[in-house]
């Protein structure tokens, strides 16, 4: 991903890329992260890879694609379909842990709990298992939350949060972040960066929890709480808002994540929370190969590792404020969010 990059439209291989992503992205789902780490190395050679890959051998003779993938590859390109993929589609198990796996909170081990005990649709869910109250807002908003959030909407609960922000205090800054940022005609939640210049951490905390989250459900933007970090360390909150008024998204629950950073942590932040999750494993991945260290706090550099590459020391910070400091110091060059996808 940090390497060279070929435009999606120009290469030869995006009719097989598009399925091996369905197929990694089935694996993420249901918790292999042995072959879903198989198959994104395997998109990663394709998508470098100027010709069209027809045969198991041409396959095989890429770096980072094995026997079984070369064979599904070859599938692919003659068939344009694999055969494993739409069975996976099929299976009735596999169809009920696919929907309970999207109620928001409930990942893999909880899905197949419930698969486990016999029940087979939301509304059973409902009326016998024992849920938890946010597994209970997750079912009843189950279609709010799996629907996407159109861009100009994603906007107006950006708005609304920073509007009755500034009306605490001018000085804080509301960044909307996540898919949004990088461009995105739609988004599966907002993801809201909240921040101030010169402020840290507890005074931030401090005014979004005790003043601006109780504001925000008063005014029936904010409609339920799902997690928030403890008081002391706490620097998240994730609940559900909602626009009133008249317009085609009104009631619907959207997912919201208010994250909040302080200033001299914005840089690293930003590059975080604006993703996407792969760019960020690769950049830190980029980070540690250069004896440095990225988090969503800072750039540290000296770091000790071991054989395994295990953090031996913490190593220091060199940089947690810039964004594009960041990217200078660990010597790639500055990418806009919209071309951080991969
Ligand atoms: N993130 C990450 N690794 C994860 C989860 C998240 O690096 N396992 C970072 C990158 C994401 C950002 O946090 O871009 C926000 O997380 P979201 O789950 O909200 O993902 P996106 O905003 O990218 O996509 P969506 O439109 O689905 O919300
Ligand atoms: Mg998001
Ligand atoms: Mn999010």
Avoid at 155 to 164: P, S
Avoid at 301 to 320: A, H, M, P, Q, Y
Wanted: net charge positive; charged share 25%; proline share 4%.
């Amino acid at each position: 991903c940090m390497h060279k990059h070929t435009g999606s439209d120009e290469n030869p291989n995006v009719g097989t890329i598009a399925i091996l992503q369905q197929m990694a992205e089935y694996y993420n789902q249901v918790g292999d992260e042995w072959r879903t780490r198989a198959y994104r190395k395997a998109i990663s050679t394709l998508r470098n890879h100027p010709t069209k890959v027809w045969t198991r051998e041409e396959a095989l003779a890429l770096p980072q694609i094995g026997g079984r993938l070369a064979s599904k590859i070859e599938e692919i390109a003659y068939t344009n379909r694999l055969r494993r993929l739409d069975n996976a589609k099929a299976e009735p198990q596999d169809q009920v842990l696919q929907t309970f796996m999207q109620v928001y909170g409930a990942g893999f081990a909880q899905a197949s709990k419930w698969v486990n005990a016999g029940y087979t649709t939301l509304d059973e869910l409902v009326e016998k298992a024992e849920l938890t109250p946010n597994q209970r807002i997750g079912i009843d908003h189950y279609a709010d939350f799996n629907s996407r959030i159109p861009r100009a909407e994603v906007e107006q609960h950006g708005n609304a949060v920073r509007k009755a922000l500034h009306k605490i205090d001018p000085a804080f800054d509301v960044i909307v972040g996540g898919s949004y940022r990088r461009g995105a005609k739609d988004s599966g939640d907002i993801d809201c960066i909240i921040t101030r210049p010169n402020t840290d951490l507890p005074h931030i905390r401090q005014v979004v929890l005790d003043q601006l989250v109780p504001k925000l459900f008063a005014k029936r933007f904010l409609m339920a709480e799902l997690a928030a970090t403890s008081r002391d360390d706490g620097s998240k909150w994730h609940g559900a808002s909602c626009i009133a008024g008249s317009s085609s998204s009104t009631g619907i629950w959207r997912r919201i994540d208010l994250l909040l950073v302080p200033s001299d942590e914005l840089g690293a932040a930003l590059i975080y929370f604006t993703g996407n999750d792969i760019f960020n494993r690769s950049l830190r991945l980029l980070a540690s190969t250069k004896g440095m260290r990225l988090n969503q706090r800072g750039l540290y550099k000296d770091v000790i590792r071991g054989k395994g590459r295990e953090k031996l020391s913490e190593g220091t910070l060199v940089e947690g404020r810039d964004e594009k400091r960041i990217f200078e110091v660990l010597g790639v060059p500055w990418r806009p969010p919209e071309h951080r996808i991969c």
